[in-house]
């Protein structure tokens, strides 16, 4: 733990790889989520990980959860070694509602409770809506959209109906304008926020909280690698953010804590754009980004 706080222009500490920070230096009070459980979907990696580590760190026990059993059994060793908190690996599909209701029975066998669900699983690549099969695209929206909606019912049956909770959807500002290559994701996304709002209205009567949190570029994450990250950054696309730079795991993680903890007890159906003002600003750059997917497609023949 460090206790040296940053300057307030500086972005806290991350790694780019799925492995936990060397060293932390506690903006919130360390048991801020204490005795609170998380069930978070793509746990494994990336900006779920990031999520674990930071809620663990304060004071909260974990079930990570992904369709890669050695990935989130891997992810959860990291995780209560560097925490000292108790994380379950457990596998199940979003697209598939019985795994999830199997996953969520187990947790609560194993902590008699689920506070908050941050639903953070996604599927996503670059690919022109002339040349998106019809499966594709259905893919996408049963992953993102579909995961979401699974996991948030099945939790809300089980637990928070009864219990009350949070719920905590990891979305993206793709639908705010119009994205090259990405129109399946947009859309997928655009329903997830649409589905905060309603969840919130709807499950708010039974203290059930539902907001979201939309990124822009992360650095460290599968998406900046898959999505073309190292060409964007290679055109200086970085620069034109009001920011001047990515965005880290971190970041994220701290804007997730705020809104599953009691700070944020009467916030409800928002979603927090954290993208340094990118959806605002970036480029679509059609020529270059189209050019760069037909050079993959054809190295991929």
């Known amino acids: 733990m460090s206790s040296t706080l940053p300057p307030p222009d500086q972005p806290p500490e991350d790694v780019e790889s799925d492995d936990c920070l060397p060293a932390y230096t506690y903006l919130y009070s360390p048991t801020l989520l204490q005795g609170r459980v998380a069930f978070i979907t793509g746990g494994g990696s990336g900006i779920g990980f990031r999520i674990a580590e930071i809620f663990m760190r304060h004071g909260c026990d974990t079930i990570i959860v992904s369709r890669n059993i050695q990935r989130v059994t891997e992810a959860a060793e990291k995780l209560r070694g560097a925490t000292g908190r108790h994380c379950l690996p457990l596998t199940a599909d979003v697209r598939q509602p019985q795994t999830l209701t199997d996953a969520v029975e187990e947790a609560l ?3 008699s409770r689920i506070d908050i ?9 670059l690919c022109p809506a002339s040349s998106l099969s019809c499966n594709a ?5 049963d992953i993102d959209t579909m995961g979401t909606f699974n996991a948030s019912k099945i939790l ?3 637990y928070f109906r009864d219990h009350g909770g ?15 290559l990405q129109v399946h994701a947009g859309s997928a996304k655009a329903a997830i926020d649409a589905m905060t709002k309603h969840l919130a209205v709807e499950w708010g009567p039974c203290k059930v909280r539902v907001n979201g949190i939309a990124p822009g570029p992360i650095g460290g994450t599968e998406g900046m690698r898959r999505l073309g990250g190292a060409a964007a950054e290679s055109i200086g696309m970085w620069d034109t953010i009001p920011l001047q730079r990515l965005g880290n795991k971190t970041e994220v993680a701290h804007g997730a804590l705020f809104l599953v903890s009691p700070l944020a ?12 003002g990118s959806w605002m600003t970036l480029p679509n750059h059609m020529a270059s980004v189209l050019d760069r997917w037909s050079s993959e497609m054809r190295k991929s023949k």
């Open 156 to 158: 809300y049956e089980r």
């Open 166 to 180: 949070v719920i905590l959807n990891i979305t993206a500002t793709l639908s705010y304008k119009g994205s090259v």
């Open 265 to 276: 007890s009467y916030v409800t159906g928002t979603t927090l754009v954290m993208d340094g």
């Open 137 to 141: 695209f259905k893919n996408v929206l």
């Open 109 to 111: 066998r194993t902590f």
């Open 117 to 125: 669900l941050v639903n953070n699983a996604a599927g996503n690549f």
